[in-house]
């Protein structure tokens, strides 16, 4: 009997051929996930010496370690980081009551003026904060408003500023997360069921973009603690903590190296946080509720 294969020789051959046809692609996904670990690799490399490097100079220090033990009694170490991280969370509550409405607004009913809107977020990304910090103090110093000349208007026209950097971060992730749902559909639900656009916004959309929202919100902390250029002008150099870490180098570089690094750490605290609470479980929206 023949025990040749039941598609013939030629069944054979193409069989071959497709298999060494096969074989190229597979090979491509070797090279580019050969090529990815490169470039991750060559990318933490680049983020993670820097921080070697601040901590080896900062354990040069007399005696070992001092330069980490000695600093919570810099007590403005600890001002300036809460004064900041207060900054911060005033500044995101305003961005988020401020980009949330608009994007949704946006998205539901002018989706024509998208471009624009986007364009006009990211203009911080264009003008300096040189350029927006004397623009400020131009506009708000001479009287008759004298804004910078009360710290409590010094800190609202600085409040003022970080939202205007924290647009182009906040404004990208509500967008991002108001395009995974759907809007038309959640608002009109919930118009069906009697709710007004107050109760449509914190109870149906809110919720759905909670991660989108923690997102903006982590990026505008990381921006408020490390602005320096507007806190330096507007606020004395003793309450925000960026113009505090410049000033320290002066005194002591190894406490301003150690200061560095746990505020770093602290804001890698916030992020992880963050995706904990973003890792939860979504609030369900019922839109009988939501009346």
Avoid: C
């Avoid at 004064?83 to 994007?103: E, K, Q, W």
């Avoid at 997360?177 to 069921?193: F, K, W």
């Avoid at 000033?247 to 750490?265: C, H, I, M, R």
Wanted: hydrophobic share 55%; charged share 10%; glycine share 8%.
């Amino acid at each position: 009997m023949s025990t040749q294969p039941p598609f013939g020789p030629l069944g054979v051959i193409d069989a071959q051929l497709g298999r060494q046809t096969r074989q190229p692609p597979r090979a491509r996904r070797i090279a580019w996930k050969l090529l990815w670990w490169i470039v991750f690799l060559l990318g933490a490399v680049y983020f993670v010496l820097p921080l070697i490097g601040t901590l080896a100079f900062a354990l040069k220090d007399k005696p070992f370690g001092h330069a980490f033990t000695s600093l919570p009694e810099n007590k403005l170490f600890v001002s300036t980081l809460l004064f900041s991280g207060m900054l911060g969370v005033i500044t995101i509550i305003i961005s988020t009551a401020l980009v949330v409405p608009t994007a949704f607004w946006v998205r539901l009913r002018l989706p024509r003026l998208r471009p624009v809107v986007e364009f006009v977020t990211l203009l911080p990304f264009v003008v300096p904060p040189i350029v927006l910090v004397f623009g400020l103090i131009g506009t708000y110093a001479p009287p008759p408003l004298s804004v910078t000349g009360t710290e409590v208007g010094s800190i609202a026209l600085t409040v003022a500023a970080y939202v205007v950097l924290s647009l182009p971060y906040m404004y990208r992730a509500v967008d991002t997360g108001l395009g995974a749902i759907d809007v038309r559909s959640l608002t009109e639900a919930a118009q069906s069921l009697g709710s007004g656009w107050f109760t449509i916004i914190w109870r149906v959309i809110l919720p759905n973009v909670r991660v989108a929202v923690l997102s903006g919100a982590f990026l505008t902390l990381a921006i408020v603690l490390g602005e320096f250029t507007i806190a330096t002008f507007l606020l004395p150099a003793d309450r925000a903590f960026a113009p505090f870490l410049g000033l320290l180098g002066n005194a002591d570089p190894f406490q301003q190296a150690s200061a560095a690094l746990v505020s770093f750490g602290l804001t890698w605290i916030a992020m992880l946080l963050i995706a904990y609470i973003g890792r939860g479980s979504q609030s369900r929206v019922t839109l009988g509720g939501a009346r």
